[in-house]
Nanobody
Framework: QVQLVESGGGLVQAGGSLRLSCAAS????????MAWYRRPPGLENKRESV?????????SYAISVKGRFNIARDNAKNTVYLEMNSLKLEDTSVYYC????????WGQGTQVTVSS
């Protein structure tokens, strides 16, 4: 079973930036499509994908973050990143990474709080 460890969250003012990291265990990371997810407001048991990176490196983004977030991966380090720019109050959430479509157990996530 793949284990996922997210880091890099924190408290940031609106308009600021953060860079999240997700380290994955296992030997087949480069063969996996990966994504960053977050909890929608008020829906503790749900997660929505915000950024996707395919195993070939192509990317796609939710409309709400397109142009502000960038997803990247380093297969040599089994790590996927999420660069978050121009953060808005509504980006406040717990962020998780997982494969896409999600099949692995969720990690602990990393809290991102955007203040005014």
């Amino acid at each position: 079973q793949v284990q996922l460890v997210e880091s890099g969250g924190g408290l940031v003012q609106a308009g600021g930036s953060l860079r999240l990291s997700c380290a994955a265990s296992g030997s087949f990371f480069s063969d996996m499509h990966m994504a960053w997810y977050r909890r929608p407001p008020g829906l503790e048991n749900k997660r929505e994908s915000v950024a996707l990176i395919m195993k070939d490196g192509s990317t796609s983004y939710a409309i709400s973050v397109k142009g502000r977030f960038n997803i990247a991966r380093d297969n040599a380090k089994n790590t996927v990143y999420l660069e978050m720019n121009s953060l808005k109050l509504e980006d406040t959430s717990v962020y998780y990474c997982n494969n896409y479509p999600q099949t692995f157990s969720w990690g602990q996530g990393t809290q991102v709080t955007v203040s005014s």
